[in-house]
């Protein structure tokens, strides 16, 4: 499904990241792994590298010397609650919006003109189930994630044109060790798997989905 295929992962080294790698890896892609962390355990990578994407110039300096690729898969982010709406602190508000947006975005801004010179191909982003509409204690995460989604609409309306599609996957409760010491009383059976997540983010980094422009994938699990 992703023989031949250059694909860059980034928020290699966590979970999610590590599980996309894993399964690119069985299509046949080869997968390069970008991530704040200095080393990664997955054995799925053809190379990682240490970046910080929230500079875009350093997202830009690693990626553009890539080479061409053929898929951008922008794993890299993160949760966090606990703080209000009208709550005047900024720290968890200016958190979320870096590591989820600024980091799709810099990693997008790196990456377009290498597919485009490629003549195409795909980009997937992260969005969340729970940001499609707000939630009490989860103003900064809802938001953040809604302006992922919001720049994935419009990144594929700029591009399609372009023989790039750019699509979302929108999970909700991620079966994660962090998840699972966050929430202990939780039924993990009901989470969604990051394997099941993966599959779901590889069929839209290949030619599969080559009609799929825009679009906005729940992944429920069973919650």
């Known amino acids: 499904m992703l023989t031949g295929n250059s694909i860059v992962i980034t928020g290699a080294a966590g979970t999610l990241g590590q599980a996309a790698a894993k399964k ?40 553009t010397a890539l080479g061409p690729l053929h898929c951008l898969m922008n794993i890299a982010g993160g949760f966090a609650m606990g703080i209000g709406a009208s709550d005047p602190n900024d720290e968890q508000w200016d958190w979320m919006f870096r590591i989820n947006v600024e ?8 990456a377009t003109p290498g597919l485009k010179a490629n003549g195409g191909g795909r980009i997937v982003n992260v969005g969340a189930l ?27 309306e700029e591009l399609k044109s372009d023989g790039i599609n750019v699509n979302a996957v929108l999970p909700s409760i991620i079966d994660t060790p962090p998840n699972r010491d966050a929430m202990p009383g939780a039924n993990f059976a009901e989470w969604v798997k990051p394997e099941q997540l993966a599959e779901v983010i590889c069929f839209l980094a290949s030619e599969r989905a080559s009609a799929v422009h825009g679009s906005l994938i729940p992944v429920k699990g069973l919650v």
């Open 130 to 156: 729970g940001a499609l509409a707000g939630q009490a204690g989860m103003s900064a995460y809802c938001c953040a994630k809604s302006a992922v989604m919001r720049l994935t609409e419009s990144l594929s």
């Open 24 to 63: 690119a890896k069985e299509y046949g892609a080869e997968v390069i792994g970008l991530d704040i962390a200095r080393s990664c355990d997955s054995q799925d990578l053809s190379n990682y590298l240490q970046v910080d994407l929230t500079d875009r110039d350093a997202a830009r300096e690693c990626i």
């Open 103 to 110: 980091t799709a975005r810099n990693a997008i801004i790196a």
